[in-house]
């Protein structure tokens, strides 16, 4: 079992950053994607950045050359460093993990932690 807790959301203005952390506890080992998640209101849970088993990342484009995903494998953390943040940013943020292989934004996810919220006002 695998749980994940993320912290690191809140309200920043326009051009701002922010660092989300996600902890994972648990067997980690088989892990194959690591990813973070959005969904703003109204809308559908889009993929923001996923990190593969060998450190190779993935990004949506709306987010590429301002948020850097990474992880500590001593402190079994993932992490989201979101800079020149927009207002279109603003969403509910997740950490998800899923132990298949495949293109990270897409299929099934095992866990999920419980969201962290991003505000960004203009």
């Known amino acids: 079992q695998v749980q994940l807790v993320e912290s690191g959301g809140g309200s920043v203005e326009a051009g701002g950053s922010l660092r989300l952390s996600c902890a994972v506890f648990?067997?980690?080992?088989?892990?194959?994607?690591m990813s973070w998640f959005r969904q703003a209101p109204g809308k559908e849970r889009e993929g923001v950045a996923a990190?593969?088993?060998?450190?190779?990342?993935t990004y949506a484009d709306s987010v590429k050359g301002r948020f850097t995903i990474s992880r500590d494998n001593d402190k079994n953390t993932l992490y989201l460093q979101m800079n020149s943040l927009k207002p279109e940013d603003t969403a509910m943020y997740y950490c998800?993990?899923?132990?298949?292989?495949?293109?990270?934004?897409?299929?099934?996810?095992?866990?999920w932690g419980q969201g962290t919220q991003v505000t960004v006002s203009s």
């Open positions: 990190i593969y088993p060998l450190g190779t990342t």
């Open positions: 648990g067997y980690t080992y088989s892990l194959y994607c």
């Open positions: 998800a993990a899923r132990y298949h292989s495949g293109a990270c934004f897409s299929g099934e996810y095992n866990y």
